[in-house]
């Protein structure tokens, strides 16, 4: 049995990708539905996520440091989609943008955008305490 030190010295590593149906708009010539495909995001990519997504406002003229939560969704989406990937110069181009950050607002429906970002936030852990101490008790 590993004890608990080693438990956090050597923790399981994860590099799972998922697949997730985000709309029945995306379906192949015989009308299968395709799949997203989605991978975690560590927190260390999080950070840096958020890092650039941070910007700067005058607020009464002193400079004060906010973090644009829709900058932050979009860049997650971006960085943990690993198909389609929305950085292709192909897709880019489909959807008329230059800035890949733009991909996925453009070519996903509000609930769809919405679906996408649960199943890789969820999927990356961000679990409620709530969820961790019910699958801790059993």
């Known amino acids: 049995m590993k004890s608990r030190l080693e438990a956090f010295l050597h923790p399981i590593q994860t590099e799972e990708r998922k697949e997730v149906l985000i709309s029945k708009r995306f379906q192949d ?3 299968n539905l395709i799949p997203f495909i989605i991978r975690q995001i560590s927190q260390a990519e999080n950070e840096e996520i958020v890092k650039k997504a941070t910007k700067t406002k005058k607020v009464r003229g002193v400079p ?3 973090v644009d939560g829709a900058e932050v ?3 997650l989406v971006v960085a943990a989609t690993v198909a389609p990937d929305f950085t292709s110069k192909e897709i880019c181009d489909a959807y008329g943008v230059l800035d890949p950050l733009m991909v996925p607002g453009k070519m996903l429906l509000s609930g769809e955008y919405n ?3 649960d ?3 969820s999927f990356s ?3 409620s305490l ?3 101490e ?3 008790k059993n």
């Open 130 to 132: 709530e969820d961790l």
């Open 115 to 117: 679906r996408l970002l």
């Open 119 to 121: 199943e890789i936030t």
């Open 125 to 127: 852990g961000f679990e």
């Open 29 to 31: 010539e015989n009308g």
């Open 73 to 75: 969704s979009r860049r």
């Open 64 to 66: 004060q440091e906010y």
């Open 134 to 136: 019910t699958e801790a």
